[in-house]
Nanobody
């Protein structure tokens, strides 16, 4: 069973930056998408950014131009660089990995979440 562990969440000031990391416990075969989601109090979980095979990226409109998703395959780690933070970015951030294993069984792994709070 693969485990995803997020880190990097913290209290940041508006206009500041944070970098979130999501480390996988082992190598994962057959990934076709990795993404970051967030859930603010009283709101539904929403997609923030996703990266798919070939390094194609997509972002929520609210974070485009401020956030950057990337991977380090050698370290089995997914990142989210967050710049120009706003109070509305406050949420628990989760990473997610989707794919298909060698037996053609689909998998869908989630991390436990890391809190990001943007406040002065």
């Amino acid at each position: 069973q693969v485990q995803l562990v997020e880190s990097g969440g913290a209290l940041a000031q508006p206009g500041g930056s944070l970098r979130l990391s999501c480390a996988a416990s082992g190598s994962i075969f057959g990934i076709y998408a990795m993404g970051w989601y967030r859930q603010a109090p009283g709101k539904q979980r929403e997609l923030v950014a996703v990266i798919t095979g070939g390094d194609t990226t997509n972002y929520a409109h609210s974070v485009k131009g401020r956030f950057t998703i990337s991977t380090d395959n050698a370290k089995n780690t997914l990142y989210l660089q967050m710049n120009s933070l706003k109070p509305e970015d406050t949420a628990v951030y989760y990473c997610r990995v989707l794919g298909e294993d060698k037996m053609h069984a689909r998998y869908d792994y989630w991390g436990q979440g890391t809190q990001v709070t943007v406040s002065s």
